[in-house]
Nanobody, 122 residues
Framework: QVQLMESGGGLVQPGGSLSLSCTVSGSRYPINAMGWFRQAPGKQRELVARSTDGGTINYADSVLGRFTINRNIHAHTAYLQMNNLKSEDTGVYYC????????????????WGQGTQITVSS
């Protein structure tokens, strides 16, 4: 059973910094990508940052230049460094893993963490 252990988050003032980490265990299949998503109250879940094993990194336009995603592939861990946080960054942040699924594998699918709350407020 795939488990994602998230840590970090909390309350921070505007302009402050926070970091998140996510460690995957129990994955039967190799992981192709890990990423962070967030969901603000009343809004849909959206991509924040995503990193693939091949080195492709994607960021939401709203976090470009402020957030950085890093991965320790061998430790199956992803990190999200968030600087210059704004009130609009408030929300629940979720880690997601994307395995490389063999053809026909019924037990292979993306996995999500439980989510961690980030509140940016003065």
């Amino acid at each position: 059973q795939v488990q994602l252990m998230e840590s970090g988050g909390g309350l921070v003032q505007p302009g402050g910094s926070l970091s998140l980490s996510c460690t995957v265990s129990g994955s039967r299949y190799p992981i192709n990508a890990m990423g962070w998503f967030r969901q603000a109250p009343g809004k849909q879940r959206e991509l924040v940052a995503r990193s693939t094993d091949g080195g492709t990194i994607n960021y939401a336009d709203s976090v470009l230049g402020r957030f950085t995603i890093n991965r320790n592939i061998h430790a199956h861990t992803a990190y999200l460094q968030m600087n210059n946080l704004k009130s609009e960054d408030t929300g629940v942040y979720y880690c997601k893993t994307e395995p490389i699924c063999p053809y026909g594998a019924r037990d292979c699918s993306d996995s999500w963490g439980q989510g961690t709350q980030i509140t940016v407020s003065s």
